[in-house]
């Protein structure tokens, strides 16, 4: 599991958890059709005290369907990365493997969507399932790299059965991760709703960020493909990015493209026994966006 996404040390540092190895089953009750297919809310709110980044949370919520909605009422960048931990596991153990960068990742530890970064004032929303199980959600954005300011952690709880009832919303932009690639179509500048489905083995996010003048999917491909290479030409001022899902597993959620023209799609996320981030396997994808 890697905290810090670097190609070289003079690459923007990508300071995200990305769940190395861990992965996330999809996940109720009685009541009528339209209770059973409604989302059940649950609301985290992000702020600062001095350099801590703090999260507020429910203490639980139902297993299902569910819209994650992330408020960020501070002054920084705040994001919500949902993990399920095994029992008999503690937030301390999650944190130790989230340090251990490129290592295998145990069994015991699973990556469970959430939200992507939002900005100071702003939201972010994700529609997924959660299956039951004890969950930390981890707050530690690239935006506020070099800032000094401590990662954000906070824990809940998933109760009842598993719960497969109801369909996510429907959205008309859709990526698909896999290994290793990605599969895009009909995003647009601005706010777009996308469906983020990760159907591969591996999980899996998806970071997208705008070409800069001169660049090419072959210089990408050579700066990311070896050590030492020429900086990525690409501008990481702009970056946008999703929370890691498992494969097999999907949601809604929000990508802001702030500018048109072509971006690249990458995955920094590495296998779960360990290793390179997809990115250096080939995970690079080229878009074009009007």
């Known amino acids: ?36 297919t409604t989302p059940t809310e649950f609301t985290i709110t992000a702020s600062e005290a001095g350099k801590q980044l703090r999260l507020f949370v ?5 297993a299902g369907l569910v819209t994650i909605e992330l408020t960020n009422t501070g002054k920084a960048f ?7 931990l ?14 251990a960068e490129g290592a295998p990742s145990p069994g015991w530890i699973h990556v469970a969507g959430g939200t992507g970064p939002a900005p100071p004032g702003g939201k972010r929303s994700a529609t997924q399932r959660l299956r039951p199980g004890n969950y930390i959600v981890y ?3 690239f935006q506020n790299e070099g800032k000094g300011l401590k990662f954000g952690l906070a824990s809940f709880k998933v109760e009842g059965k598993a719960d497969d009832s109801g369909e996510l919303p429907k959205a008309v932009a859709k990526i698909e ?10 995003l647009t500048v601005g706010r777009n709703t996308i469906e983020f489905s990760n159907t591969g ?7 997208a960020v705008p070409y800069k003048p001169g660049a090419t ?10 050590t030492g290479g020429p900086e990525p030409p690409l501008d990481f001022a702009n970056v946008v990015y999703t929370a890691r899902i498992d494969g097999g597993t999907k949601q809604i959620t929000q990508l802001d493209l702030a500018k048109p023209g072509k971006y690249a799609l990458l995955c920094f996320v590495s296998d779960r026994k360990g290793g390179p981030p997809h990115v250096a396997q080939g995970m690079i994808a080229e878009i074009t966006v009007r």
């Open 1 to 36: 599991m890697r905290v810090k996404l670097t190609h070289k040390p003079s690459v923007v540092a990508f300071a995200l958890l990305v769940a190395a190895s861990v992965g996330l089953a999809g996940c109720g009750g009685g009541g009528n059709k339209q209770a059973a």
């Open 58 to 62: 429910p203490k639980a919520l139902r």
């Open 78 to 84: 705040h994001e919500a990365q949902l993990i399920r």
């Open 86 to 99: 095994e029992p008999g596991h503690t937030p301390e153990d999650a944190l130790k493997v989230i340090a």
């Open 139 to 141: 707050d530690a954005p």
């Open 177 to 186: 991760a896999y290994e290793y690639g990605f599969k895009a179509s009909g």
């Open 201 to 207: 083995t591996e999980p899996h996010h998806v970071i």
């Open 217 to 226: 999917l072959a210089k990408l491909r050579k700066a990311f493909g070896q």
